[in-house]
């Protein structure tokens, strides 16, 4: 059936299960940055510069992560996924986010969260901080 018939061309449960993957993966994500003694401000952060997956703060440090998942199998883990494209897009809304709460001078950074199927743990979780940083 054509998207003319009412229905979209692309396969709606496709689009609703990825999101759904990410949700989960950034609550997962979100978890483990807590026992790491990261205090979550929010997560899916929409604004005109992008979106941002979590916010929070590690110590007085406040903190964009982008998170990654990657399924089983996959040729590359979800760190390596953030090309130079997506890194502008993040630094854009980073950018939006800082100007918007009036905390330009205030120590930031960008994190990225890469989880992938573990095979002695549920989940592989490996956290790069300052993963992605603007150049002056």
């Known amino acids: 059936m054509s998207a003319r018939e009412g229905r979209p061309a692309t396969p709606q449960g496709q689009n609703n299960s990825r999101k759904a993957q990410g949700n989960h993966a950034e609550g ?35 903190v964009f992560f982008e998170v990654r998942y990657r ?37 930031s950074r960008i994190d990225v969260v890469a989880i992938a199927p573990g095979t002695t743990h549920q989940y592989r979780i490996r956290w790069i901080r300052n993963a992605i940083q603007a150049q002056p």
Do not use: M
């Open 71 to 107: 399924k089983r199998g996959a040729l590359a883990d979800g760190a390596e996924s953030v090309g130079w494209r997506k890194q502008q897009k993040l630094l854009r809304a980073v950018s939006f986010y800082l100007h918007r709460h009036g905390l330009w001078d205030h120590p």
């Open 28 to 62: 997962v994500a979100a978890r483990y940055l807590q026992t790491k003694g990261v205090r979550i401000l929010d997560r899916n952060v929409y604004n005109r510069g992008g979106e941002i997956d979590l916010v929070g703060y590690d110590s007085d440090t406040l």
